[in-house]
């Protein structure tokens, strides 16, 4: 029997921005479907070149009185980056939080504006840890 991963979804409260914090990290929109019947849109993002890894935001254009709240959303959404340094550092110069720094050099969590908690694992082996990172002390929770 095969198996193939598709996709992981998530729901989200404000799109614009929850697409612009996966664009942030790099992702890119690679399908849409508005669906005026059921009042929602999900929006495909996912790394340039790897279609077959998205994650899907779900959108009800009425609202989600219950986002964002921990227990609408599941663990965390994983993703592998080049340079977990630049890329946090990235990130917290567009005024992203870095809840868990990559203090370790190999891992890093940050929060989506829904509150969607994402893993950065650095490519290969861990960098050498270095600062701001090294001292960096945990925010909130991830």
Known sequence: ???RYLHTMVRVKDLEKTMAFFSLLGLEETRRHDSEQ???SLIFMAPPGQPEC???LTWNWDGDDALPDDS????????EVENIHEMCQHLMDNGVTINRP???GRMAFVRSPDNISV???QMGE???PAEPWASMENTGHW
């Open 1 to 3: 029997m095969k198996i």
């Open 38 to 40: 059921g009042r929602f």
């Open 54 to 56: 998205p994650v899907e």
């Open 72 to 79: 609408r959303h599941f663990g965390h959404l994983a993703y």
């Open 102 to 104: 990559p203090r370790d």
């Open 119 to 121: 893993e950065l694992l």
């Open 126 to 128: 861990a960098l050498k």
